[in-house]
């Protein structure tokens, strides 16, 4: 084929398209994005106004015709269009020099369909990419945490993000038991402004309900639990108002969300082969996702699983890394890639 020829290979790079953030892993130099998976539109002329950290600033804050979608909120593509604008903006960004034709691997939430698995790809390839693969997000992760995942032992990985919870028991380079739920950190901040509004009348944004999560939230009762000073609206007065709002309370706030997310987790348990289950003891469990940074999860769901946890070293990059890791082992590990053929 004389055309490739002509092609600069390199500059390969690894994208997490997650429900929440977006990034970008270019072999060889790392993370060089890291952006909220946010568009602002203009609805009067469906244009595009801010993408990523810009466009997330807006949310809550915009005027009747602009809007701040996220388009895979929920763990599904909502918004087609909107996902490859997006991620033809990220892919962009990174990608400098415009003669080089990449290699890219996108990791998308295990719950897409088929259709929209080679949708990415195509929008990969719409921006520049010379090969374009799918990766499932439990197996990116579990190899961005460096489990084993291509030895007979088993592993679980649980990843908590935005929109989704993933979790997943893998051996010998593949995925045995998987269980995925559409409950994440987003539930988290939506129950935080119900609980506010019911029980102080007060009205709060979602991007201060995730603040608070992240300052005070916890699964578990701890030592010396804080309280936070939370401004919103008076739904009464109309006006700005300041309360105190105890650890305990954003807990009990939270706790259906967590349920939820341990259930998940007891169920991939239930399911899970004898022998597989018997290496699990041993080993544990992984838990990462920005979720697996509540304060004291892993310590609710050793108590739930009689297992021992373990946090993700970082937890909001893992995905990404593992990703990374398949580009830069591609003969390796190119077994747990997916592509719809086209070269
Ligand atoms: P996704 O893969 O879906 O894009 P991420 O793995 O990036 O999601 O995680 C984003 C979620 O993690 C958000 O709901 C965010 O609020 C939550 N998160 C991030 N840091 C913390 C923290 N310190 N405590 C609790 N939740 C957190
Ligand atoms: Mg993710």
């Given at each position: 084929?004389?055309?490739?020829?002509?092609?600069?290979?390199?500059?390969?790079?690894?994208?997490?398209?997650?429900?929440?953030?977006?990034?970008?892993?270019?072999?060889?130099?790392?993370?060089?994005?890291?952006?909220?998976?946010?568009?602002?539109?203009?609805?009067?002329?469906?244009?595009?106004?801010?993408?990523?950290?810009?466009?997330?600033?807006?949310?809550?804050?915009?005027?009747?015709?602009?809007?701040?979608?996220?388009?895979?909120?929920d763990g599904v593509i909502?918004?087609?269009?909107?996902?490859?604008?997006?991620?033809?903006?990220?892919?962009?960004?990174?990608?400098?020099?415009?003669?080089?034709?990449?290699?890219?691997?996108?990791?998308v939430p295990s719950g897409i369909t088929?259709?929209e698995?080679?949708?990415?790809?195509?929008?990969?390839?719409?921006?520049?990419?010379?090969?374009?693969?799918?990766?499932d997000e439990?197996?990116?992760?579990?190899?961005?945490?460096?489990?084993?995942?291509?030895?007979?032992?088993?592993?679980?990985?649980?990843?908590?993000?935005?929109g989704t919870?993933e979790?997943?028991?893998?051996?010998?380079?593949?995925?045995?038991?998987s269980?995925s739920v559409r409950?994440?950190?987003?539930?988290?901040?939506?129950?935080?402004?119900?609980?506010?509004?019911?029980?102080?009348?007060?009205?709060?944004?979602?991007?201060?309900?995730?603040?608070?999560?992240?300052?005070?939230?916890?699964?578990?009762?701890?030592?010396?639990?804080?309280?936070?000073?939370?401004?919103?609206?008076?739904?009464?007065?109309?006006?700005?108002?300041?309360?105190?709002?105890?650890?305990?309370?954003?807990?009990?706030?939270?706790?259906?969300?967590?349920?939820?997310?341990?259930?998940?987790?007891?169920?991939?348990?239930?399911?899970?082969?004898?022998?597989?289950?018997?290496?699990?003891?041993?080993?544990?469990?992984?838990?990462?996702?920005?979720?697996?940074?509540?304060?004291?999860?892993?310590?609710?769901?050793?108590?739930?699983?009689?297992?021992?946890?373990?946090?993700?070293?970082?937890?909001?990059?893992?995905?990404?890394?593992?990703?990374?890791?398949?580009?830069?082992?591609?003969?390796?590990?190119?077994?747990?890639?997916?592509?719809?053929?086209?070269?």
């Open positions: 084929m004389p055309d490739r020829l002509f092609l600069v290979a390199g500059q390969d790079m690894a994208i997490d398209l997650g429900t929440a953030n977006t990034l970008v892993y270019v072999r060889d130099q790392g993370v060089l994005l890291n952006e909220p998976s946010v568009v602002a539109i203009n609805t009067n002329t469906n244009e595009a106004l801010a993408v990523g950290m810009d466009a997330k600033r807006m949310i809550g804050r915009t005027p009747s015709y602009v809007e701040a979608i996220r388009p895979l909120r909502a918004d087609f269009d909107i996902t490859e604008r997006m991620l033809r903006y990220f892919i962009k960004k990174v990608h400098r020099n415009r003669w080089a034709k990449p290699r890219i691997v996108i990791c088929g259709v698995r080679r949708a990415v790809e195509e929008a990969a390839y719409h921006a520049g990419a010379r090969n374009a693969f799918t990766i439990p197996m990116a992760a579990a190899i961005g945490c460096d489990m084993p995942v291509q030895e007979p032992t088993g592993s679980m990985v649980v990843d908590i993000g935005g919870t979790v997943a028991v893998i051996a010998m380079g593949g995925v045995v038991v269980r409950v994440g950190g987003d539930a988290m901040d939506e129950r935080i402004i119900e609980w506010v509004k019911k029980e102080h009348n007060l009205l709060l944004g979602l991007r201060t309900a995730e603040q608070i999560k992240m300052a005070i939230g916890s699964a578990y009762p701890y030592h010396n639990e804080p309280s936070a000073e939370v401004r919103g609206r008076d739904l009464e007065a109309g006006l700005p108002k300041t309360i105190l709002l105890s650890a305990a309370e954003v807990r009990a706030a939270i706790e259906e969300p967590v349920a939820t997310i341990v259930d998940a987790i007891r169920y991939a348990l239930d399911n899970t082969p004898p022998e597989l289950a018997a290496d699990l003891m041993n080993v544990g469990i992984m838990i990462t996702g920005g979720g697996a940074l509540l304060k004291v999860l892993n310590y609710r769901v050793a108590i739930e699983t009689g297992l021992r946890v373990e946090i993700a070293e970082r937890p909001l990059q893992s995905v990404v890394v593992g990703s990374g890791r398949c580009l830069e082992q591609f003969d390796l590990l190119h077994g747990v890639l997916e592509s719809s053929g086209r070269f």
